[in-house]
């Protein structure tokens, strides 16, 4: 069963809690916890960094899509799963809700995936 998802803040409002840098969080920081919100997934320190550095739009679609395809692969067993979409792909560890790491469609060309139980085409 998909997890009901609150919507992402918009782009404004999102940079305008990084121009004020609540606490002296980083922009790592308050990524991951936006992301964190909208999806119900959580996004470990290092996947965090990569959608950052490799400029990854996180859509409210994409979080749907991405929590959706989690869920499905929840539901066959997988314990880490490969989803894989037009924007890139994202390792996510099931049980634990977790997106381990991200890349971008540039990135995935000639690459290995490992550690993976299972793939999920979005």
């Given at each position: 069963m998909i997890r009901n998802i609150n919507p992402v803040n918009s782009a404004g409002q999102l940079q305008r809690e990084i121009a004020t840098n609540r606490a002296g969080q980083n922009f790592a920081?308050?990524?991951?916890?936006?992301?964190?919100?909208?999806?119900?997934?959580?996004?470990?320190?290092?996947?965090a960094q990569r959608v950052e550095q490799r400029g990854m739009e996180i859509t409210d679609s994409l979080l749907w899509n991405l929590s959706g395809a989690v869920e499905k692969a929840r539901s066959k067993g997988a314990r880490d799963v490969a989803v894989i979409g037009d924007s890139g792909a994202f390792i996510v560890n099931v049980p634990n809700n977790v997106v381990v790491t991200a890349m971008d469609r540039e990135e995935m060309k000639d690459n290995i995936f490992t550690n993976i139980d299972s793939a999920v085409i979005i």
């Open positions: 920081d308050i990524l991951k916890g936006k992301l964190d919100e909208a999806s119900g997934l959580q996004f470990s320190r290092h996947a």
